[in-house]
C-alpha cells in the first residue's frame, strides 16, 4: 500500500509569484486536509476536501485556494506569494472525515 | 491564550530514561486527541490517539487524556536515541461543516543521548 506522497520536495519563489503544490492520497481514501508548518510551530490547517468539494477552512486568506480530483489527489495553490508563506506544507490523507489523518513528507517552499 | 499549548523545549534524557510530554487545551469541543512524531525534515507519523479520558498503551509508549483538566500526556519508556525527534499534540473537534481539522501544539523538541 502506497503511502501520501507530495511533489516537489522543495521549490524557491519570488515575492507576487504563484505556486501549485500536489498530494496523492493513500489508496482508499477520500479526504485530504492541507497544512501550513512555519519553522519551529505546529502545523496550522488551512482546509479540507472531502469528494471533490471544500469541507472546512482554516484562518487563512482566498489566496490559498486548492482541488480535489475525481482519483481524490489534490492540489494546493497560493497566489500572489508573500515572504511569510516560506514554511514545509503538508499534505494528510484519511479513509473518510472522521477518520485518522495520515501525513506526507511534505513541500518545502522558500519565498524570497 | 493559544487553544492548544505545548511546551517547546528543548528536553534532553540519557538513554533508558521515562520522558514524559505534555500538552494543555482550552476548548472544550475536542473529542479525539493523537500524538505525532515528526523527524527532522520529514511529515508527522502518527503515534497515538484516543477518543475520551483514559489511558491507552501500545508498546513503550502510554497516552493520558484528562478532559475534566484539559490536559493530555505522552510518556516514553525505556527511551531509545531513535526516539529522538519532535512530538506534536493534536486535537480535533467536529467543526459545523463535519471537518475533522486537526489543532496541534507546537511541538517538544527531543534527544535521548545515548
Known amino acids: 500500500e502506497t503511502g501520501v506522497t507530495q511533489s516537489p520536495t522543495h521549490l524557491i519563489k519570488t515575492r507576487g509569484q504563484q505556486v501549485t503544490l500536489r498530494c496523492s492520497s493513500q489508496?482508499?481514501?477520500?479526504?485530504v486536509s492541507w497544512y501550513q508548518q512555519a519553522l519551529g510551530q505546529g502545523p496550522q490547517f488551512i482546509f479540507q476536501?472531502?469528494?471533490?468539494?471544500?469541507?472546512g477552512r482554516g484562518n487563512f486568506p482566498p489566496r490559498f485556494s486548492g482541488l480535489q480530483f475525481p482519483n481524490y489527489s489534490s492540489e494546493l495553490n497560493v497566489n500572489a506569494l508573500e515572504l511569510d508563506d516560506s514554511a514545509l506544507y503538508l499534505c494528510?490523507?484519511?479513509?473518510?472525515?472522521?477518520?485518522?489523518?495520515?501525513f506526507g513528507p511534505g513541500t518545502r517552499l522558500l519565498v524570497l | 491564550q493559544k487553544e492548544v499549548e505545548q511546551d517547546p523545549g528543548p528536553l534532553s534524557v540519557p538513554e533508558g530514561a521515562i520522558v514524559s510530554l505534555n500538552c494543555t487545551y482550552s476548548?472544550?469541543?475536542?473529542?479525539?486527541f493523537m500524538w505525532y512524531r515528526q523527524y527532522s525534515r520529514k511529515g508527522p507519523e502518527l503515534l497515538m490517539y484516543?477518543?475520551?479520558?483514559g489511558n491507552k498503551e501500545d508498546g513503550r509508549f502510554t497516552a493520558q487524556v484528562d478532559k475534566s483538566s484539559k490536559y493530555i500526556s505522552l510518556f516514553i519508556r525505556d527511551s531509545q536515541p531513535s526516539d529522538s525527534a519532535t512530538y506534536l499534540c493534536?486535537?480535533?473537534?467536529?467543526?459545523?461543516?463535519?471537518?475533522?481539522?486537526?489543532?496541534f501544539g507546537k511541538g517538544t523538541k527531543l534527544s535521548v543521548i545515548p
Open positions: 494528510a490523507s484519511s479513509q473518510d472525515i472522521q477518520e485518522t489523518q495520515y
Open positions: 489508496s482508499g481514501h477520500n479526504t
Open positions: 476536501y472531502y469528494r471533490e468539494e471544500e469541507n
Open positions: 476548548n472544550s469541543a475536542f473529542q479525539y
Open positions: 484516543t477518543y475520551s479520558s
Open positions: 493534536a486535537m480535533s473537534a467536529s467543526s459545523g461543516a463535519g471537518s475533522y481539522q486537526l489543532t
